[in-house]
């Protein structure tokens, strides 16, 4: 069950409250009559303005995360630093440019991120480009606007040499970071570890010698420094400690070959508060760990502070957003279990069918009602595994209540589908009782948009049509 204590929010303690450490947005208040709001904005009321499922997004809660990050950076690191939001968390234009506001920049993994991100207006100077197999049509397109490269693997670095030569370079030296595996092992699900040596991301540690190599053998680009990413949903600090001494053995590697590289970036990974046994470190704990790091392995070092760079993404949009459901049948299978059925389920939330990941949910119309039953909230998909929570003690509710699952900014919409054929969700960003569409709900004509039909099913479709209409 979430404890909701309205007592405790009020504005002044708002930003105190590391966001990735609370189950609720940040506004979240509980009105007379046990209705939740968010943002100021009642969620019964938005479900019956934009319909469910709905995405909705507290402004506030991504603005706090943003400037704690932005704080803790400032405030823990002498030397100059960025926060970067990782973008593939959920990759829009109105989130691309709501993190920008608050003075970070962006990782983008592909072309559509890195579109959406320029798009949105995001300054290319802001923008990291990731990504362990990109097109030559990607690096093109990264190369002519102007962000940094972060480089994974032997043939992008061929390609990279390759491509500014043709282009004759406008001026100005593409700036490449170079990503290496940093092999440090986290708790933390298969699927996301991405630290460990046995990864597709990166080069391997071993090869430094030759990729710094192949760096001062094309003085052309401009090699700015190292990239490392360790996993992502970690709660311990550790491994996020050893990786600051790792990474700035490379830059000292750099540093005694006369090789000018100045930056670092540590990447994401800091873990959020899904369900109430999670005990993540607040994002002010975890900014000063990496950043007491980076400055005494220099120290030891005796090399001059990098800037530091970090790019989380699921600590700084996955607490702003909860999604509203409709609730449909009950299904109860006497001694087994109570099946309670919602309008949308894994195609606009993806991650427990995938990871086995766990959520907490209320009942939006019935916040102040006791929990009496214990149900597993599935999803409407033609898949038994198309389940949202597995065994989760609720107020009793009915068909029309408003089932909210909280935490599902990251990795939700970024991750959504069409499978059998649902329209992608709307999603609404709220703040001092105003929403304001970000996101709007696909329609049936969205779904045959790309469709073709070749013109000689096209008449058998026509024929058909004919048929059932004389038949
Ligand atoms: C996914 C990813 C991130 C963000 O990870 P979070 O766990 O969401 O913070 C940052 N950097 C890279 C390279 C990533 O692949």
């Known amino acids: 069950m979430v404890s909701l204590q309205p007592a405790d929010i009020n504005p002044s303690s708002i930003v105190d409250r590391s966001p ?21 904005c009642s969620v019964v009321e938005l479900v019956k303005q934009y319909g469910s499922p709905l995405y909705i997004v507290d402004e506030q809660t991504v603005r706090a995360a943003c400037q704690q990050y932005d704080q803790a950076f400032k405030n823990f690191y002498p030397g100059p630093s960025q926060v970067l939001y990782a973008s593939k968390a959920w990759s829009c234009m109105a989130i691309c440019a709501l993190v920008t506001s608050e003075n970070l920049g962006l990782d983008v993994v592909s072309g559509g991120e890195l579109y959406t991100a320029l798009q949105a207006g995001v300054d290319p100077n802001n ?47 593409p700036r490449v970071m170079l990503r290496i595996t940093p092999g440090i092992e986290c708790h933390t699900h298969e699927y996301i570890r991405t630290g460990h040596l046995d990864s597709k991301f990166g080069f391997d540690p071993n090869q430094i010698d030759q990729v710094l190599n192949f760096a001062q053998n094309n003085p052309q680009l401009d090699w700015v420094g190292f990239h490392a990413h360790i996993g992502s949903q970690i709660f311990e600090l550790q491994p996020h400690q050893d990786l600051t001494s790792v990474v700035v053995s490379w830059l000292t590697m750099a540093h005694s070959r006369n090789l000018s590289m100045t930056e670092l970036n540590i990447g994401g990974g800091l873990g959020m508060r899904y369900v109430e046994s999670d005990d993540p470190p607040s994002i002010t704990q ?41 609730v449909g049948a009950h299904k ?35 916040m102040e009602t006791a929990a009496t039953e ?3 909230v599935a999803g409407k998909h033609c898949e038994s595994g198309d389940v949202l929570l597995k065994d989760i003690a609720l107020p009793a509710s009915q068909p029309q209540d408003v089932l909210v699952v909280m935490g599902t900014g990251a990795y939700n919409y970024s991750m959504a589908s069409n499978y059998n054929r649902l329209p992608r969700p ?10 304001n569409p970000i996101l709007k709900r696909e329609t049936y004509s969205d779904l045959i948009r790309q469709d073709c039909l070749p013109r000689y099913l096209e008449q058998s479709v026509a024929d058909e049509h004919n048929g059932n209409q004389t038949g």
């Open 426 to 435: 709307a999603a609404v960003l709220v703040r001092d009782g105003e929403a």
């Open 374 to 376: 214990v149900v597993t």
């Open 127 to 173: 923008i990291y480009f990731h990504g362990n197999n990109k097109s030559i049509a990607e690096l093109e397109m990264a190369l002519a606007s102007g962000c940094t490269i972060v480089a994974d693997n032997w043939l992008e670095l061929e390609q990279l040499v390759a491509l500014e030569k043709a282009q004759e370079s406008q001026g100005t030296a």
């Open 332 to 366: 109860s299978i006497p001694d087994i279990r109570t099946y309670l059925t919602v309008d949308g389920g894994m195609s606009d939330n993806p991650r427990p069918i995938t990871y086995q990941s766990v959520y907490s949910a209320a009942i939006a119309n019935r």
């Open 286 to 326: 975890w900014s000063e760990v990496v950043c007491q790091g980076i400055v005494q392995a220099c120290q030891a070092a005796q090399i001059p502070l990098p800037k530091l760079l970090c790019e989380p993404g699921r600590s700084l949009i996955g607490p702003a957003c909860i999604t509203a459901y409709t």
């Open 20 to 40: 990735n450490q609370q189950i609720l947005p940040l506004s979240a208040k509980v009105s007379d009559g046990g209705q939740l709001e968010v943002g100021g």
